[in-house]
């Protein structure tokens, strides 16, 4: 797990920007997991302002979301859709028909969560954006859930409907149930993004990253995970002791990566280009370098993780 501890907001979008950058550079056609809440809504500025500027392009990333609530209508103001198309999607060239959100109206909700499941396990996410609640959820995954369950209805508790009430004109309609991906599911990911802000998440923080390994904490199931980049605010990472120079340290360490995965991307395009620039070969030359069939077999077999 990479801890990197930003001054604000901006600097969390910039920092939280570039892991997904580096997936972006290395596949053009990602699988993105998005995450809605406050959290991640200066990446989600970087990423659209980044996109006008540059021109970075998501025509070609598939996205899923993590949650959506029941009886929410996904063109209600208070839907998870709603929130990445308003914050998200409208801003970038992402086509809408790639990305997918669970459908907490759909009749059959237990029909629906098998469909979901199906979908995650059929597209494991390059990278996965989280948040974590301040009981220690990540997703609507609730303490003491089981990890193995795949997505599933989830009863909130009353602290998750409070904190969430802001979006509904009274906390009462704050819904009981949501469909959540599972703990498991998450964890399929190939990267994780965790983001945490504020006073208020401070101790699911210090839980996640440094108290009883149960599920007590949801959020202490990332521990497992190979590949975890937590980006925490100073008021989010206050119960912990990490020095300045250790997180001066995590920066350059980010940067330099980005920038080298950036400068290959520029060489093997200079590289294209100069292969298109070559001489054409003649009938004869190239059948002299054909492979034989057997080591064609051989190379196109995929390699063993
Ligand atoms: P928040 O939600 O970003 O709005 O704090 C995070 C969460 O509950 O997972």
Redesign the pocket.
């Known amino acids: 797990m990479r801890i990197a501890i930003v001054r604000n907001g901006k600097e969390l979008g910039e920092r939280a920007f570039l892991e997904i950058k580096k997936v972006l550079l290395e596949k053009p056609d990602a699988v993105i997991g998005f995450?809605?809440?406050?959290?991640?809504l200066p990446l989600y500025e970087k990423m659209a302002e980044d996109h006008k500027k540059n021109g970075t392009s998501y025509k070609r990333v598939r996205a899923y979301n993590l949650d959506e609530y029941v009886g929410v209508d996904k063109g209600d103001k208070a839907s998870f859709a709603r929130f990445m198309r308003d914050n998200l999607f409208s801003k970038i060239d992402i086509d809408l028909a790639n990305t997918d959100i669970p459908n907490g109206m759909a009749e059959d909700l237990n029909a629906e969560c098998e469909r979901y499941a199906e979908m995650v396990r059929a597209n494991p996410a390059d990278i996965q954006i989280?948040?974590?609640?301040?009981n220690g959820?990540?997703?609507f995954n609730e303490p003491y859930t089981k990890p193995e369950e795949p997505t599933h209805i989830a009863l909130l508790t009353a602290d998750?409907r409070a904190?969430?009430a802001g979006a509904f004109k009274d906390p009462s309609l704050v819904p009981t149930y949501a469909l959540t991906m599972g703990i498991n599911e998450i964890l399929s990911a190939k990267r994780i993004l965790l983001?945490a802000?504020?006073e208020s998440?401070a101790q699911a923080v210090y839980d996640m990253i440094m108290g009883r390994d149960d599920t007590s904490c949801p959020a202490t199931a990332l521990r497992k995970h190979p590949d975890v980049t937590v980006i925490l605010d100073k008021e989010a990472a206050s119960l912990l002791t990490f020095t300045e120079w250790e997180n001066a340290a995590e920066r350059r360490a980010a940067e330099a990566s980005a920038a080298a995965a950036e400068e290959a991307l520029v060489e093997e395009a200079a590289a294209d280009e100069a292969a298109d620039e070559e001489p054409v070969e003649t009938a004869e030359e190239t059948a002299e370098e054909e492979v034989p069939a057997e080591e064609i077999a051989e190379t196109a077999a995929p390699a063993e993780e």
């Open positions: 995450a809605t809440g406050a959290t991640p989280l948040g974590i609640g301040r959820h990540i997703a998750t904190a969430n983001l802000t504020g998440k």
